[in-house]
Structures are given as C-alpha cells and as structure tokens.
C-alpha cells in the first residue's frame, strides 16, 4: 500500500486531506502538524487585538476524517528528500511515496536589526496571543509607570495583517481605555510601512476609503518609511525614532525553515513549483500553500501572493494530480482565479473587491454583512475551514 504524507493542517494541508479521503484511495494518509489543533491562520490579528479568545479559531484536527486519516503531532525538522523520509523531532522518520507540503509561513524580519527581538509577530497562536499581552501588560502599566511609551503602539508594515489587526485595536482600544481609566488623548498608534501605497492589492479609492477611515480612528499612517531598526522602546527610519513598548512586526512572511534546510531550490522558503504543482525533478512531490511559489501568467509570471484562498485551490489540484500519479493517468494544470478580496477593519467594517457575479467594490458595514451571509466561505479570502471541511 502508498503512503501519501501530508505536512502541515494549514488551509493547504487540511483540505488535500479532506480530498484524498474523498477519493477512497487504497493508501494510507498520514497527516503530520506539530500542534493538535488547526488555526485560523486569517484570524490572528483578532486573537493579538483581544476581540477573539484562541479557542475561537482553532479545533482539533484529531476529528477530521479519524478512521481515514492518521494524525501524528510532531514537528517536521527536515525532510530527506533522496531517501523519501521527513525527519521528525520526536519521533522514527517517517517514509513516504508521495509527499503534500503544506508546511505553511512564518515571520520575516528581512535582517533588520532588533526585529526577532523586539517585534511581536502574528505567525501563530502563540505568537497572536503573546503579542496580545504585549499590549494589555504596556496599557496596564501605564497607571504605575506614567511612561507615555507605554500608551504607544508602532505597527509596522501595512500589508494585509496590519491593516486588519488595525481595524480590530481601533475597535478594542476605547473599551481597554475605559477598562484601564488610561487618558485617551495620550494614546498614540503609528503605522511604518516602506513602500508608497498602503494596501496595493485594492482599487486606489478603496484602499484610500480604509485609510481615512483608520485615521479617523487614530491612526497616523507612515508611508515610503523604510524600517532601519527596532529598538525595545522605538522603532527607527533612517534617523527618526517612533517611540513605543508595543512593536507589531507584521512586514511580511516567508515559507517554512524546514524549505531552506531540505535543499529545495528557494527564495524565501518559498519553491517554484512546477504547473501541476510538483518540485522539478521530484513528480510525487507537491508544494502548495505559502511554502510554494506558482508564477501567474497575468502578472509576467511573478508568484501569486500566499493566501489561504489560493492555498484551498492549490490543495484541490495537487490532491487531484497525486490520485492521477497514483493511478497512472496525466496531471492537470493549476489554474486559479481568485474570487474577490476582503479586509475587515474591526467586527463591523470593510473594503472587498468581489469577482464571483461580476466586479463589485464594497466599503462599511455591508462588507461584514456579507462575511457572514456567504456560504461556501473557502471562495473568498476570509476562510472558515471548519465551514470549508464540511461543504462540497
Ligand atoms: C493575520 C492574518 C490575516 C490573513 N488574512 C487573510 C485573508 O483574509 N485571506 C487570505 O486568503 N489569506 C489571509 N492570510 C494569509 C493566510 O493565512 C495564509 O496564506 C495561509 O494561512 C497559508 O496556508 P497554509 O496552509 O499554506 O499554511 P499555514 O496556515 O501557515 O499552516 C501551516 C501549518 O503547518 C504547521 N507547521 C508549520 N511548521 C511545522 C513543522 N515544522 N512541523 C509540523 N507542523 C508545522 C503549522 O502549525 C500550521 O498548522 C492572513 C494571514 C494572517 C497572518
């Protein structure tokens, strides 16, 4: 019998699973994840901004599809690829005929000094959680301490993530004031970002309508300010000092370290994928989710953005073509067309662009409206996947 192993319950990883169960393979998949559970990865910035518990976005992967699928909870150190063998912490190494990498993204600080030890990223549970800390322990402090930076927040980057997480402190903030008697006036939240637009991905009016609406909320945006350094009490640009005791670091990521230490061809942990989403030279081998790199036609080839939505489509279409290796038939190509974007900004507001029935941009309140009205959740950038796992 083959063994297909599987590494990572991201978005990528949960969904091949669920697609290779469906296909009633005579195989054994093995599912590999260091934690027991499954994360929202796309609801972190809730988690570091207090307005959702971590229980909120994670369950078990334990009882997804228990009779067909193995879980092992490990944590994948390397992957002998020559010898078909993933390496595990705690475990014998684990042997496999086809390989699903999925192992999913982590914080990239690009060498800036001070970043790794002074930056709170939104890479995981863990990482959300402690960054929430971060900011309640600096807010609280405050009543004893008087030191303004600790009413000072420096978000750094204005990516997706921050602009997000932005929405949903600007929500919180008024309640933590009141929780803490803090003197609003004093509060102080800024957001450095490099490049020259604040979330490119949108239409310019749109993307314009979040960033008014954030800095009618408090928000002193940045912009062309490259980050030189982060200090334990500033982040730095070139000379200036932005002073605060709570420094998001949500600049970007990269694919998992496992990438760089298997020997893959990367850049930035991520792998150029071939179009069926197999690793040149290695036909059992898929790489999808934000450990992979697809080149999309439209955009000269560049690499699609890592996202969860994509992630879903790339695992439909590797899980497809390791069913086609294991019976003998021809891959497909990956296609994708992405169905919309959508940016909460806190729990009652938004911007989406929509392509599923015709191009339509959206703004406020009816953006959260439409979060929760659309069914098939795993079609647009706000996925649920317990909701996905069930449907189809
Ligand atoms: C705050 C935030 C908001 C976002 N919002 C959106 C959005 O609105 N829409 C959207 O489409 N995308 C969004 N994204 C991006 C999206 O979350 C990622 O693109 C997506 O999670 C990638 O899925 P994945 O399955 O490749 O990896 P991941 O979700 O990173 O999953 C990887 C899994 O592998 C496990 N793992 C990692 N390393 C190891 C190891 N060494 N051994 C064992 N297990 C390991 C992890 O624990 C995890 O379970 C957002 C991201 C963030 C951080």
């Known amino acids: ?41 796309t609801q972190l910035h809730q988690v570091a901004a207090g307005t959702k518990e971590p229980e909120d976005i994670t369950f078990d992967i ?35 005929d086809y390989l699903l990498n999925a192992l999913g993204f982590e914080s990239e600080t690009f060498g800036i000094k001070g970043a790794e030890e002074n930056g709170w990223p939104l ?15 600096m807010l609280a402090r405050y009543n004893t301490s008087h030191d303004e930076n600790d009413l000072h927040i420096v978000v750094c980057g204005a990516g997706f993530t921050s602009i997000e997480y932005l929405g949903e402190l600007v929500w919180r903030l008024p309640r933590l004031v009141k929780e803490y008697g803090l003197p609003e006036e004093k509060i102080r939240i800024d957001c450095i970002e490099a490049a020259p637009k604040i979330l490119p991905m949108f239409e310019p009016k749109l993307a314009q309508w979040a960033v008014k609406y954030l800095e009618g909320h408090g928000v002193n945006f940045h912009v062309s300010t490259p980050i030189t350094e982060v200090k334990p009490d500033a982040v730095v640009s070139n000379g200036t000092e932005y002073k605060a005791n709570t420094v998001i670091w949500a600049t970007g990521v990269r694919g998992s370290e496992v990438i760089a230490k298997s020997g893959y061809d990367q850049k930035r942990n991520r792998v150029i994928v071939k179009d069926d989403l197999s690793v040149e030279g290695n036909p059992n081998e898929f790489l999808i989710g934000d450990v992979s790199a697809v080149p999309n036609p439209a955009a000269d080839g560049r690499p699609y953005p890592g996202t969860g939505q994509i992630s879903i489509v790339q695992a ?50 009816v953006v959260q409206i439409l979060k929760k009205i659309v069914n098939d959740r795993s ?7 317990k909701t996905m796992l069930e449907s189809n």
Do not use: W
């Open 1 to 41: 019998m083959k063994t297909i192993v599987i590494l990572g319950a991201g978005y990528a990883g949960l969904r091949a699973a669920k697609k290779l169960v469906h296909a009633k393979l005579d195989a054994r998949i093995v599912l590999v994840n260091k934690n027991p559970y499954h994360y929202e990865a």
């Open 62 to 96: 334990r009882d997804v599809e228990p009779q067909k699928v193995e879980v092992l909870i490990d944590e994948v150190t390397e992957i002998d690829r020559a010898a078909h063998k993933v390496l595990l912490k705690d475990h014998e190494p684990l042997a496999y």
């Open 316 to 365: 439909d279409c590797a899980a497809a073509n390791v069913v086609a290796r294991i019976k003998g038939k021809p891959t497909k190509k990956f296609v994708y067309k992405s169905l919309g974007t959508v940016c909460s900004l806190g729990p009652h507001c938004g911007i989406a662009e929509l392509d599923a029935f015709g191009h339509m941009k959206l703004k406020g309140a």
């Open 379 to 385: 079609v647009l950038e706000m996925t649920d996947i």
């Open 123 to 137: 890479v995981d549970v863990d990482t959300a959680l402690a960054a929430r800390r971060r900011l309640e322990s």
